[in-house]
């Protein structure tokens, strides 16, 4: 069975930091490609950054120079360092592992972020 659990949500100050992580299991990790996406109230949810199998790692405009992607292959695991937090970045934030080239595609069940001013 695929799970994909996210973790590291919560409440803090603009400006702070959180990191996230999302334990896979159930797949063969390295094969997969990674990605953080998040969804506020009201609005489309949207791909915050991207770890693939392979190559370099991209984000969206909105975090860049702020958050930062990376994955444990040996723990099964992908993270989301997020730091200089705004309020925008509010959302519920879920974890996307795709294998490439096919429509295997799994998601977490996600975490909250609330940044407040």
């Known amino acids: 069975q695929v799970q994909l659990v996210e973790s590291g949500g919560g409440l803090v100050t603009s400006g702070g930091s959180l990191r996230l992580s999302c334990l896979a299991s159930?797949?063969?990790?390295?094969?997969?490609?990674m990605r953080w996406y998040r969804q506020a109230p009201d609005k489309q949810r949207e791909l915050v950054a991207h770890a693939p199998s392979f190559g370099r790692t991209n984000y969206a405009d909105s975090v860049k120079g702020r958050f930062t992607i990376d994955r444990d292959n040996a723990k099964n695991t992908v993270y989301l360092q997020m730091n200089s937090l705004k309020p925008e970045d509010t959302a519920v934030y879920y974890c996307n592992a795709d294998l490439s080239g096919t429509v295997i595609n799994y998601w977490g069940p996600g975490t909250q972020v609330t940044v407040f001013s």
């Open positions: 159930g797949i063969e990790f390295s094969m997969y490609d």
